[in-house]
């Protein structure tokens, strides 16, 4: 089958997410032991994930969230503590690394060939909205995406992998669920919340993480690998 349109992720799908974090705990937190960072980022990852949806709802504030994911990996990989003020100072070291992003270039690659071939292509990502189009403009990608096709969860009052928001993206794009491919690296946040939405996906999983369950799904480990099934499938 192919499709006729494109959604992607942006964290960690886009561009690597895992460099600068890691540069960020390298110089905030020397103490760690970097050999562990996939571990560390994944741990990161998943306690924002767990903490995001209060901030959604505005049981919480951003500088919550962060102190919180922040303290979090600290009391697991560290022997120490540490205080709100060196969480933020964590988060503002990573903020300043994360200027420098790139996409990857397989990705560029894939934009320009949907730009050529005018294939319709959206974003859905979780996270702030100015946090998050600060990264997109990083990326230089703006250019490929109409700003109707853009949404950042915390506009919404939805995240992933709620249904809720591939449904509003669905109507706000005019895309039609079952011809349409979304392209992320979280399983859970990605994949289950788009199928279960009742659109396509392909699960990019250059981390290279355990499939969670048993199902029949498109799975690529190398930039390069989704490139080519993503011009297979179109």
């Known amino acids: 089958m192919t499709y006729k349109n494109i959604v ?35 741990r990161f990852r998943y306690w924002s994930d767990i903490a995001f949806p209060k901030y959604t709802n505005k049981q919480i504030s951003i500088e919550e969230l962060r102190i919180f994911r922040c303290k979090q990996i600290i009391s697991e990989f560290g022997s120490f503590s ?67 096709k853009i949404i950042i969860s915390k506009a919404t009052g939805f995240q992933k992998p709620q249904i809720e928001i591939f449904d509003l993206a669905s109507k706000n794009f005019n895309f039609l669920p079952n011809q349409t491919l979304y392209i992320g690296d979280n399983f859970e946040n990605d994949i289950e919340g788009s199928l279960n939405a009742g659109w396509k996906s392909i699960w990019f999983n250059h981390r290279k993480r355990k499939l969670p369950i048993d199902t029949k799904i498109h799975e690529v480990q190398t930039a390069k690998d989704l490139k080519e099934l993503v011009y297979r499938l179109l």
Not at 17 to 39: A, G, R, T, V, Y
Not at 95 to 117: N, V
């Open 8 to 42: 992607f992720d942006l964290d960690d799908t886009l561009y690597d997410h895992l460099l600068p974090f890691k540069n960020s705990i390298i110089q905030c937190f020397p103490e760690l032991d970097i050999s562990e960072i996939e571990l560390i980022y994944k």
């Open 82 to 148: 540490i205080s709100d003020d060196l969480a933020l100072s964590f988060q503002k070291t990573y903020e300043k690394e994360l200027s420098s992003i790139t996409l990857f270039p397989e990705l560029k690659e894939i934009l320009e060939y949907c730009s050529a071939k005018r294939i319709p292509i959206g974003i859905i990502t979780n996270g702030p909205v100015k946090h998050q189009l600060k990264k997109l403009s990083q990326l230089d990608v703006l250019k490929y995406f109409d700003k109707e």
